[in-house]
Antibody
Framework: EVQLVESGGAVVQPGGSLRLSCAAS????????LHWFRQAPGKSPEWVSL????????FYADFVRGRFTISRDNSRNSLYLEMHSLTTEDSALYYC???????????WGLGTRVTVS | IVMTQSPATLPLSPGERAILSCWAS??????LAWYQQKPGQPPRLLIY???TRAPGIPARFSGSGFGTEFTLTISSLQSEDVAVYYC??????????FGQGTKLEI
């Protein structure tokens, strides 16, 4: 069974930093591109970043503007998101997700909450 | 690409058919997915490729459409279908984009 478990969310002041983690199990981690999404209360999910299965390619949403860094450790089956210069607009539930096919997603964690206040 | 869903809220009774609509601001061919999200849960993939059911999804869920207009149909509503439904395009990325959701009430 595929499992994705996010952690690291917290309450942080504007301008602060956080590092989110996603621990994966139940699938061959290095064969899949992994993503971070976020969802503010009452809003649609919003794509944040991806780290390709090729081990090199990353993409970010425009609103990240160099503030976030995605990384992965295939030896630990883990995905990370380092976030800096946080603003109130970054407050949301952050999910990691696994692709089923290219750019649609069949497995999501339960999320970790980031509150910037 | 902007995705627009209609209606915002859809109140129906058990056993009725639900028809949810999604429009793309430009041609996305068949590169559309549908998700179901229940309160306190992450999105669940229902449909990809506009019409292919994801593994384990009941046959009462079906998708159709191509280009800019898409539909999710739930043939006979059950109480457990209460959720928000989102469409998501993946024709042009990054970023992938979602519609604003349709809340299904029973």
């Amino acid at each position: 069974e595929v499992q994705l478990v996010e952690s690291g969310g917290a309450v942080v002041q504007p301008g602060g930093s956080l590092r989110l983690s996603c621990a994966a199990s139940g699938f061959t981690f290095n064969r899949f591109t992994l993503h971070w999404f976020r969802q503010a209360p009452g809003k649609s999910p919003e794509w944040v970043s991806l780290f390709s299965r090729n081990g090199v390619t990353t993409f970010y949403a425009d609103f990240v503007r160099g503030r976030f860094t995605i990384s992965r450790d295939n030896s630990r089956n883990s995905l990370y998101l380092e976030m800096h210069s946080l603003t109130t607009e970054d407050s949301a539930l952050y999910y990691c997700a696994k692709e089923h096919g290219t750019m649609y997603f069949d497995s999501w964690g339960l999320g970790t909450r980031v509150t910037v206040s | 690409i902007v995705m627009t869903q209609s209606p915002a809220t859809l109140p129906l009774s058990p056993g009725e058919r639900a028809i949810l609509s999604c429009w793309a601001s430009q041609n996305i061919r068949g590169n559309l997915a549908w998700y179901q999200q229940k309160p306190g849960q992450p999105p669940r993939l229902l449909i990809y490729g506009a019409s292919t059911r994801a593994p384990g999804i009941p046959a009462r869920f079906s998708g159709s459409g191509f280009g800019t207009e898409f539909t999710l149909t739930i043939s006979s509503l059950q109480s457990e279908d209460v959720a928000v439904y989102y469409c998501q395009q993946y024709d042009e990325w990054p970023p992938v984009t979602f519609g604003q959701g349709t809340k299904l009430e029973i």
